[in-house]
């Protein structure tokens, strides 16, 4: 039943229940029940395996009535369990909460939402991390939505993102090379994942400076950085992202503090950056409101707090202000 009505749904989105509805409907109400049951008895594994309890739910798609809930289950269960680990979802779910991106967790899924991933052609192109992704990229905002356009290009926010594949991927990231979330590039930046270009992104437009340090060369603090940087992750067991730019020997490397864990209502990370020139600067920023009357760090002290818990005390002392 789900290898014939599957292309029809998304071949022929409006016209697929006049098609089948001998095949579901008029033969008998019950075969529609008895499809639906089994769909979402495997969603449910998917959801409870990867985690997703918290994040993701399909209360509209499951609740539903009707002849059409069959189908929208038939899309969401080939959307969901046949492209792959969603786990990567959660820390990027948690985020987006986190920076205000969404208002609260688990997302619900809805019709409108299984519409944004495209025909089955097309889910079946992407990369897990992309496809998954594109299910509710637009539940976010303009900045972070993810689209393909008409020559097959996919689009986020405003700008390309080039993904990369064995045979094209940049040597600094061929040996941690991840076919299900792979390196890529967007807006004159390479990314290690698409989902650490996601990371970024979420937190970058809303983010404040809490403490910010910046070393001319030649300085010692220019090789503490590149120590830091050349460390394997999890760095102070933070979630690391990697990204450098085309044309500009620079490195930059991304620890999330806070903001991915559940409970976690804002978002805390530290920056590093190295330069080719032997400059160097690290800093702190968050999504915490800042205290009224306070200035500097201490108007942001639970992102402070999150820092003093979780960093060292070599790299605290790089950034002598907090």
């Known amino acids: 039943m789900h290898g014939t009505l599957l292309p029809l749904i998304h071949r022929r989105p409006h016209t697929a229940l006049a098609e089948v509805s001998s095949a579901l409907c008029c033969t008998s109400p019950a075969v529609g029940t008895a499809v639906a049951a089994a769909l979402i008895q495997q969603i449910d594994s998917i959801i409870e395996r990867d985690g997703l309890s918290g994040v993701i739910g399909y209360s509209p798609l499951r609740q539903s009535t009707g002849v059409s809930r069959s189908f929208r289950l038939i899309r969401l269960h080939h959307v969901m369990v046949t492209r792959g680990d969603w786990r990567g979802n959660v820390p ?49 905002d303009r900045m972070t939505g993810l689209t393909r356009d008409a020559n097959g290009r996919e689009i986020l926010g405003i700008g390309e993102v080039v993904v990369y594949t064995q045979q094209t991927v940049p040597a600094e990231y061929a040996d941690r090379f991840d076919a299900a979330d792979p390196p890529c590039r967007h807006c004159g930046a390479e990314y290690g994942s698409f989902r650490g270009l996601i990371i970024r992104s979420l937190g970058e437009w809303l983010s404040r400076l809490v403490s910010y340090e910046f070393w001319t060369p030649p300085s010692d603090e220019y090789r503490s950085i590149g120590g830091l940087m050349a460390e394997q992750p999890p760095l102070w067991g933070g979630r690391t992202i990697d990204h450098s730019t085309i044309g500009d020997p620079y490195r930059l490397r991304l620890v999330i503090l806070c903001g991915d864990e559940e409970g976690d209502d804002f978002m805390a990370y530290i920056r590093m950056y190295v330069h080719g020139n032997g400059s160097a600067s690290i800093d702190l920023w968050t999504t915490e409101a800042p205290r009224e009357g306070g200035s500097g760090p201490a108007a942001f002290p639970r ?16 950034l002598r202000n907090i």
């Open 92 to 140: 990027v779910l948690r985020i987006a909460k986190s920076c205000g991106r969404v208002q609260q967790l688990p997302i619900e899924l809805t019709d409108d939402d299984l519409q944004q991933v495209g025909s089955k052609a097309v889910i079946d192109s992407r990369p897990p991390s992309i496809h998954q992704y594109a299910l509710y990229s637009h539940r976010l």
């Open 303 to 318: 992102a402070v707090d999150i820092a003093h818990n979780k960093m060292d005390g070599p790299a605290l002392a790089l």
